[in-house]
């Protein structure tokens, strides 16, 4: 007997040895990143993709009592696989005396080591919110990139985002009309003037020619359902007070409900060709028509205006109809505004809130600090927070509206989804799926950057630092993770946030912003731990399986 259980302990060493040993060189068919450099000093590489080559990422299942990790960093690894085991350490302390909620450091390293080493507690029994998805908007300008392709290259790109081995993008965001991102101010219905019954609504040919086909080639590929939010940036200008497509302009109070009709309308034609809509928002950025500091489509809003809009026309318009499941998001703008903009549609109206699903938020107010989602949660628990709109190079501030292979842009990405996560937010949409290598098209020379850039003379598209950054996120977190705690044991830190999946395994991401390597332990339980290596400006996945294998049984 004694000889057996030897025999049995040993085979359990030489598996854990095997997996920590083999755990850098993960099998699978994964095709890796063509880099490219792009010739700036301090910038990482784009990785290049065309017809006929372009890099792929799977994701593996942990074995019980392991976990696999996924590295991408400023020094040019791309969901870089490695794998290891969940170790054990004996603790003299009973379990129902340790304090499992203290966020203080614990007992401290040395010197030298204190802002060098992280330890993270990861407590799964400390539960948020359930996750809806990550994707980004199909614009007339993603879309007109898109077709610049052939065939077989729009196959890439679409694989590349939607696919089984692509990020596996689960939410959309979709332009009611036109929007900035156009080659040509429009909406529906523009003619008659003042036809309240929109007799003459229809789509677009941007509709039918790019943005509808390629929702529906990116449904084909998509591992789960594509839930799609669609937003109004103008109404007809027939509709406005200043009956035009920019500047200061409100609602005429006798379109209210004409305004209310026309999404609904929108919702019923997509619905004819099988795209069904999951959300719609009270109008894109209703600042932007208050305090017309931009120049492209607007619409706006005062705070008291919205809340009698939503409560006597949008709300009943979208509840009475067959699209009654539909979400209604209220606001769409900045961190800052929300609670203003709540604020004043619950005075006006308290039925406008009882209306809304869920509030959106753009990330370009991310000044103002996260915890403003979380007080809002709190403040309206039964309603969800969908970020709905990001995009790097669009600030004043910004020298350059593109930054060929920016980590940085990579590394504020991912610090706002973080952020957000941690603060009760349910998805994150980025802006256009991809652009040219201007930033285009837009109508009115507001060009941003984007996580790829579509070089249509030659057929090929390049996926920069942010694409990979999203997809440490939309590739692990599926629909219908939750939220879990993380607490700090130790001085030094990483950005962090924990999902607790369906199937029970944890997926943790982890961002080091410094230019130094970070040493983290993970703490699973009280008795199970990982530590794991951070490469300097880097970002991880690391998912766990937490169910430990059972001890090999003594033979008798």
């Known amino acids: 007997m004694a000889i057996s259980r030897a025999v049995g302990c040993i085979a359990t060493v030489l598996l854990l040895y095997s997996l920590n040993t083999l755990g850098s060189t993960v099998v699978d068919e994964d095709l890796p990143c063509n880099p490219r450099d792009v010739g700036i000093e301090g910038r990482s590489v784009v990785?290049?993709?065309?017809?006929?080559?372009?890099?792929t990422i799977t994701r593996v299942d942990p074995e019980p009592g392991t976990y696999v990790m996924y590295t991408s960093s400023n020094a040019g690894q791309r969901f870089e696989k490695s794998s290891g085991v969940i170790l054990e350490e004996?603790?003299?302390?009973?379990?129902?005396?340790?304090?499992?909620?203290?966020?203080?450091?614990?007992d401290p390293p040395e010197a030298s080591q204190i802002w060098n080493n992280v330890v993270l507690r990861i407590q799964t029994i400390s539960r948020q919110q359930y996750i809806e998805g990550f994707g980004g908007s199909v614009t007339d300008a993603a879309a007109i990139n898109w077709r610049k392709l052939s065939d077989a290259t729009q196959q890439k790109f679409i694989d590349s985002y939607f696919g089984p081995k692509g990020l596996e993008y689960n939410l959309i965001r979709v332009p009611i009309g036109g929007c900035d991102f156009s080659e040509h101010p429009y909406t529906y219905a523009e003619t008659p003037w003042h036809d309240a019954t929109l007799a003459n609504f229809s789509l677009s040919p941007e509709d039918y020619f790019y943005k509808l086909p390629m929702i529906r080639r990116s449904q084909r590929v998509a591992t789960s359902e594509i839930k799609i939010t669609a937003s109004t940036w103008s109404p007809p200008i027939w509709m406005k007070t200043n009956e035009a497509i920019t500047g200061f302009g409100q609602l005429r109070p006798q379109y209210y409900q004409a305004y209310a009709d026309y999404h609904l309308r929108f919702i019923e034609e997509y619905d004819k060709i099988d795209v069904k809509i999951w959300a719609i928002t009270t109008t894109n950025e209703p600042i932007n028509g208050i305090v017309p500091f931009v120049q492209f489509n607007s619409l706006g809003w005062a705070p008291s205006q919205l809340g009698r809009w939503v409560a006597n026309n949008l709300g009943p318009t979208i509840r009475n109809s067959r699209f009654n499941e539909t979400l209604i998001l209220g606001i769409d703008d900045q961190r800052y505004l929300l609670p203003v903009y709540l604020a004043?549609?619950?005075?006006?109206?308290?039925?406008s809130i009882e209306y809304l699903d869920g509030i959106a938020v753009h990330w370009y107010g991310n000044f103002f600090p996260p915890e403003t989602l979380a007080l809002i949660q709190n403040r309206y628990p039964d309603k969800i927070i969908l970020a709905t709109e990001a995009c790097e190079g669009s600030m004043p501030w910004h020298l350059n509206q593109l930054e060929l292979g920016s980590w940085e842009r990579a590394r504020r990405y991912a610090t706002s989804i973080i952020d957000d996560l941690n603060n009760f937010v349910v998805g994150w949409i980025d802006w256009n799926l991809c652009l040219d290598p201007g930033g285009g098209p837009n109508w009115a020379d507001n060009f941003v950057d984007a996580p790829i850039l579509v070089y249509g003379d030659k057929d090929e598209f390049i996926k920069q630092p942010m694409f990979y950054a999203m997809g440490h996120f939309s590739k692990f977190i599926p629909r219908g993770a939750r939220r879990v705690r993380v607490s700090r044991r130790s001085f030094a830190t990483v950005e962090n946030v924990a999902f607790l999946k369906e199937n029970g395994n944890i997926v943790v991401v982890l961002q080091n912003r410094l230019r130094r390597v970070m040493k983290v332990k993970l703490q699973i339980s009280i008795r199970h731990y990982f530590e794991i290596e951070m490469e300097e400006r880097s970002i991880k996945t690391?998912?766990?399986?937490?169910?430990?294998?059972?001890?090999?049984?003594?033979?008798t």
């Open 344 to 351: 004043g549609m619950e005075r006006e109206d308290p039925k």
């Open 542 to 555: 690391i998912e766990i399986n937490p169910r430990m294998p059972s001890t090999p049984s003594p033979s």
């Open 47 to 55: 990785c290049v993709c065309t017809a006929t080559y372009c890099d």
């Open 90 to 106: 004996v603790n003299e302390q009973p379990e129902d005396e340790v304090n499992d909620n203290d966020d203080g450091p614990q």
